[in-house]
């Protein structure tokens, strides 16, 4: 579970909008085409390559492990581990 400073930081970057963290929610990005599972903390919807920026440097200052999955299923990705250190997801925002 993320940190109340860590996620009030990732919504002023991509919005209410675009970030996701209710259980319902991120039960949609728990897999991919493999068995496993691996529940993330929270799905962010990045618009421009400048909030992925702001993203990836947010997750290397508290250590929070960040996946990066493309709508299209061929390329879905999940999570490598639900973890309690946090671990984001972010997807091209444009079919949010």
Known sequence: MLNTEVKTELI???????YLDRPE???CYAYDAFVEE???????FPRTT???SQILKIAGRHKIPVTG???E???A???????????LLFENGQNH
């Open 12 to 18: 002023q970057i991509v919005g209410a909008a675009g």
């Open 25 to 27: 929610e991120l039960a």
């Open 38 to 44: 691996a529940l993330p903390d929270a799905v962010l």
């Open 50 to 52: 400048a909030e992925v």
């Open 69 to 71: 999955r493309a709508p």
């Open 73 to 75: 299923p061929a390329s």
């Open 77 to 87: 990705a999940r999570p490598s581990r639900s973890g309690m250190d946090g671990t």
